[in-house]
């Protein structure tokens, strides 16, 4: 049973940072790729960032310098470091990986940016 667990969101200042963290397990982590959604009230769900099991990135450009993925497999977890907190970051933050063709999904971690 594939089991992706965020935490580390809340609330924090506009400039301020937050590092976002996705425990996992039911999967071959090593050789998962990983990403970081979003979904703000209204919007749909849009990519932020994704991480290849090799380690390549990419970003969404609107937080492309401002935000960093990275894994940790002997964790099994994958991290998002947000700096530079903006209004507009304010969204649900969902882990997520592929696994067979199927996309899994965590809860959700809720980011506040206040201005």
């Known amino acids: 049973q594939v089991q992706l667990v965020e935490s580390g969101g809340g609330l924090v200042q506009a400039g301020g940072s937050l590092r976002l963290s996705c425990a996992t397990s039911?999967?071959?982590?090593?050789?998962?790729?990983m990403g970081w959604y979003r979904q703000a009230p209204g919007k749909q769900r849009e990519l932020v960032a994704r991480?290849?099991?090799?380690?390549?990135?990419n970003y969404a450009d609107s937080v492309k310098g401002r935000f960093t993925i990275s894994r940790e497999n002997a964790k099994n977890t994958v991290y998002l470091q947000m700096n530079s907190l903006k209004p507009e970051d304010t969204a649900v933050y969902y882990c997520?990986?592929?696994?067979?063709?199927?996309?899994?999904w965590g809860q959700g971690t809720q980011v506040t940016v206040s201005s």
């Open positions: 991480i290849s099991s090799g380690g390549n990135t």
């Open positions: 997520w990986t592929l696994r067979r063709g199927n996309d899994y």
């Open positions: 039911g999967i071959i982590f090593a050789i998962s790729t």
